[in-house]
């Protein structure tokens, strides 16, 4: 079976003189706008005025992909420059203002309205992946194999080190912030896709989601595509690091799928030893200690991931892995820079890697 698949970059824009965040990305989306994408590919605005979003399209090969991303990363950093700003891969603001404004939308004021003071100056980047599956059932299914290694992709792309100027010692400070919402984590065992409907439903009329297309679970079956989305990585600083994300988590689904042929469901994860091993990972990355969430056990972090390389037996992700090893993850980049502003100034060199 060909699984196609597709990434969701955000990006931060930033001037190019203080390094600050700006609340320029309505500008910067216009210029870029005049850009020729892939097909199927698409530019959005995200919740603070300061981001924006570059989607690709559907792609079939890794190959196809690294060009969608690199061509989304070209025309934004071009598009930037025209402005006199710069755009940068990172899961927090190294450097930043306070109270930027939310983007224009209804949507997105009545989100920052329902969150309050959690979302203010929110300014957290992802990286968010999309794998084909037949159906949302197998979706949800999928998912339920995919929890254990979400700590392990997420120590991988920590890269967010910093926020508004301090270090916060943590190596992804986004998926602290992120955990304060409701509903957030990894993604609840469901037998189906109408239990996890219902589920999404009743955090709904809780009150404590705006509607039923958002949930903040670091997996869950698209609302809008026939894919598993998973959304656990940091902004990846590199488009090769976008990809290395996207080939392992479509390894994982490609592992889970064969293990459902084969009749074996996943079993439930302990939400507690979920939470603490998506902890620890946020905490150290691959520089410290981890946790094995099928064991419970104490475990390194730099180990799992050779683990899971081992278990997907894909010659192109170990390539990428090795990559990434020789070079230092983006967290670790962004500290050896010294400070905030030569981590920005290490962001932009980055995003402009071909």
Request: a negative charge; charged letters at 20%.
């Amino acid at each position: 079976m060909v699984h196609t698949f597709g990434v969701e970059e955000e990006f931060l824009v930033v001037d190019r003189a203080s390094r600050h965040t700006v609340a320029r990305a309505g500008a910067v989306l216009k210029r870029a706008a005049a850009g020729v994408l892939p097909r199927g590919a698409a530019l959005h605005p995200e919740l603070l005025s300061s981001q924006v979003e570059f989607a690709s399209g559907v792609c079939t090969s890794m190959t196809e992909l690294h060009e969608h991303l690199l061509t989304g990363r070209r025309l934004l950093a071009e598009a930037a420059r025209g402005e006199g700003l710069a755009v940068v891969s990172s899961g927090t603001a190294a450097l930043s203002p306070t109270d930027l404004p939310v983007s224009d939308g209804t949507r997105f004021e009545r989100i920052t309205t329902m969150y309050a003071k959690v979302l203010q100056d929110y300014q957290v980047s992802g990286c968010h992946v999309h794998i084909g599956v037949p159906d949302r059932d197998t979706a949800v299914a999928v998912i339920n194999h995919l929890s254990p290694w979400m700590p392990v992709l997420l120590a991988l792309s920590a890269n967010s080190p910093y926020d508004s100027g301090k270090d916060t010692g943590y190596a992804s400070w986004r998926m602290i912030q992120q955990s304060r919402l409701p509903g957030g984590g990894l993604t609840p065992w469901f037998g189906s896709a109408a239990a996890f409907d219902e589920a999404t439903e009743s955090l709904v009329d809780w009150g404590v989601l705006a509607d039923d297309t958002m949930s903040f679970w670091l997996a869950r079956p698209s609302p809008r595509y026939p894919t598993v989305e998973v959304r656990v990585a940091d902004a990846a600083a590199t488009a090769d690091e976008a990809v290395l994300q996207c080939a392992l988590t479509r390894g994982l689904v490609r592992y889970a799928l064969a293990e459902l042929a084969a009749g074996r469901e996943a079993r439930p994860v302990d939400g507690q030893r979920g939470a603490a091993a998506l902890w620890s990972a946020a905490r150290h990355g691959l520089d410290g200690p981890g946790i094995d969430v099928r064991t419970g056990q104490r475990a390194d972090g730099w180990g799992l991931v050779k683990e899971l390389v081992d278990m997907l037996d894909d010659s192109a992700v170990r390539d990428l892995v090795d990559k990434v090893t020789g070079r230092g993850t983006g967290v670790r980049r962004q500290r050896q820079a010294g400070n905030p502003v030569a981590a920005v100034d290490e962001l932009m060199t980055a995003m402009e890697e071909r």
